[in-house]
């Protein structure tokens, strides 16, 4: 077994001559009796003193207690020999002497464990490895220090003795289990803000925790603003190293002032008629912490503004109150406004303080001269579109406060409809109005009227008129269409003609529209189904043959009063085609059960094509008797001198089938009172029947004006066929003639004509009937043409 030896200062003392009971009580069970321990031994620990200067230092020896025949080797491991930190102990093979290198740090390393060997010089040990403790024993080599270079604490103004500011701590790196590191807290000394503004410790610490606390009273803002202690930490219980330390308690603010006005009467100016951010300012002040919470105020106006023309806001940077004019001011309503302005703390007030302070405002209204107002904006009338010129849509529209002359105008007006006396303001219409104009928007027709203050340098204010319009009803409706197509071939359910009409009146004077026939006798036949508020149809009652047929049908609107037009719809009824059209007379004549033969078709035929081979043959002998025709003689004076008359040939006239009951009595001839001549080259030969009651015609609307006819020839043509080609032109598009199944006879007078005559219409009446003189203004051509029929 290995042995331990101490060094006991510089005696060396054999572990086996210690007392074994001191120094190993867990041997001794009780008094007399020893428990041996089989083979190891338990070593005590070692202890070294920190920042030894006696180094090398012989710590301990160890021993084996056995009788080796040959040499033993001592060998020493662990931290601090052979590992890190390296270098701090040793041992010597030969003695076991085991020794410090250097001085130790206990506040780097503790303790050591190592372990000590017993080997023979083959390296086989001989004893088992022997466990070495080494403890550090401590040494007041470090101060103690504050964890801040600076504690900063707030405590309220006022606060009584014994409250709690803050805490303050320090830390020292020696044992904290020895006096070392047993601390101590003092303050030391004391500084104010402002300087010596306190002569007495206002803080003191509790040595132990640090904790910094009121001492005695007076902390006020109003005098001492912070302070500033000097602190002292100590180790051995306040007997050992020193460090210092500074705190700062700054005192806060409490609101133990109210505010007060100075001055407490305030005399402002304001401008009548504006809106002021800024008429002036009142000041009250407040001996709490400038900037704080507790400093700011809040103004109220509590009397002397029963309108609301006034309001205040606090300034944030001054504390100020601002006075500003949020209602227009009237300087001939009130010149003078006496307001009672308070203020006081947003934070209540902690004390025996009065929390609220007035003071009275005056504010003298300056006066200005004013624009003109309107009473209303925008002006707003209602009036019919059919108003008459002169009607008066509104007045007394504007006034001025200072009583001054005005002049109204009218500056927008896009349709020139309005009317203004420029000394009243009285608007009335000047011409009618037009609900369909593109400057009327949703019924409202809009101008701008403008009225002027002559006493104020043009002083001028504007406003909008809107002119409502409503509808009347000005228009009757028109019936459309005015003709159309009646199929014969369909069920009688489905026969009709659809009819509609259109209004330029807007509802509610237009649909809906009551369509009816007006004529009885028509009535019996044709009737009107009505199929909603725009649209009928009109049918017929009994079954009818192809033709033309002639419906007077009237059509109303819904306006009040209502108006109505009527109009003659030209019926055609006809075999129709899949489309609705009437089929061609061929095919109308092979779709019936009651067509004609083929040999009677192919009669029919023949003698169509002898007639245009004669009419072929006629046109081809008048061209050669053309020759004979004198270009100096005029147009109807040819190469022989007999009597014109004598060589005038009539034809037999034919009618205009079952319905021209009157075929013989047509009356081509204008009116000399319609101041249109008749066309040249047709002459008439009934002058009998009245004006207005020849047949009208089926094919064309009615109440169209005619085409120009030819009044003269240009130049001195010699070819009479072409000016009649453009009367019959025109007399087919003409729709005030006869109608078209009419046959249409005319008569040409020229010299040496087989037939003298191209229209031969039977006359009921003679030739004196009429009188002839106008064809003397036509020119020489027809002199001797009004010759022949007034020999006067």
Known sequence: MLNVMWVCGSKQVKQRDLNPAALYPWLHRSAGTQVRVKRDWIIPPIRVLENSKQVPEDLVQIKSDKIFTGEVIYMLEGPGVDQDPKGLFEIDDKTGWIKSQMPLDREKHRSFKLKAFALSPSGERLESPTTIEIYVLDQNDNRPVFTQNEFIGTIPEFSVPGTSVMQVSAVDADDPTTDNAALSYSVIGQETVPPNSINKTMFGINNKTGVIYIRDVGLDRDVVQSIKLTLQVADMSGMGLTSIGRAIITISDINNHAPKFQPDQYKMYALENKHIAEVGRINATDKDQRGGVNWKMIYKISSGDPAGHFSVRTDPVTNQGIISVVKPLDFESQVEHRLTVTAENAVNVKGPYERVQSATVTVTVVNENEAPVFYKNPIKVSVAESAVPSTVLVSDIAHDPDNAKLRYEIIEDPENWLFIDHATGQISVRRTFNIRSPHVKNNIYSAVVKVIDQDADGVFTTATLEV?????????????????????????????????????????????????????????????????????????????????????????????????????????????????????????????????????????????????????????????????????????????????????????????????????????????????????????????????????????????????????????????????????????????????????????????????????????????????????????????????????
């Open 468 to 792: 409502t319009l409503w509808e009347t009803n000005d228009y009757a409706p028109v019936l459309i269409p005015s003709s159309g197509t009646v199929c014969s071939d369909r069920d009688r359910d489905k026969l009709g003609l659809l009819l509609s009409a259109v209004d330029q009146d807007m509802s509610p004077q237009s649909d809906p529209f009551t369509f009816y026939i007006v004529d009885q006798s028509v009535a019996v036949n044709w009737t009107i189904i009505t199929l909603n508020e725009t649209h009928a149809v009109l049918q017929p009652l009994i079954d009818i043959e192809s033709g033309e047929f002639s419906v007077p049908v009237v059509v109303s609107d819904s306006g009040s009063p209502p108006l109505s037009s009527s109009s003659l719809v030209n019926v055609t009824v006809c075999p129709c085609d899949s489309f609705g059209d009437c089929k061609s007379f061929t095919a109308a004549m092979f779709g019936t059960r009651m067509g004609i033969s083929f040999i009677a078709l192919m009669l029919i035929m023949g003698s169509v094509a002898l007639l245009l081979l004669l009419l072929v043959l006629a046109v081809a002998v008048r061209g050669c008797r053309r020759q004979n025709v004198k270009r100096d003689g005029g147009l109807l004076v040819g190469a022989s001198d007999e009597d014109i008359r004598d060589n005038v040939f009539h034809y037999d006239e034919q009618g205009g089938g079952e319905e021209d009951e009157d075929a013989f009595n047509i009356d081509f001839l204008r009116n000399p009172s319609d101041g249109i001549p008749p066309p040249v080259g047709f002459f008439p030969q009934n002058r009998s029947l009245p004006r207005g009651k020849q047949p009208l015609r089926k094919d064309a609307p009615h109440n169209l004006p005619s085409p120009t006819y030819p009044r003269k020839l240009a130049g001195e043509p010699t070819d009479i066929e072409d000016f009649i080609n453009v009367g019959l032109d025109a007399a087919d598009a003409d729709p005030n003639v006869p109608p078209y199944d009419t046959a249409l006879i005319y008569d040409f007078e020229g010299d040496g004509s087989v037939a003298g005559s191209l229209s031969s219409i039977a006359s009921m009446s003679s030739d004196g009937d009429q009188d002839y003189d106008y064809l003397n203004d036509w020119g020489p051509r027809f002199k001797k043409l009004a010759n022949m029929y007034d020999p006067r």
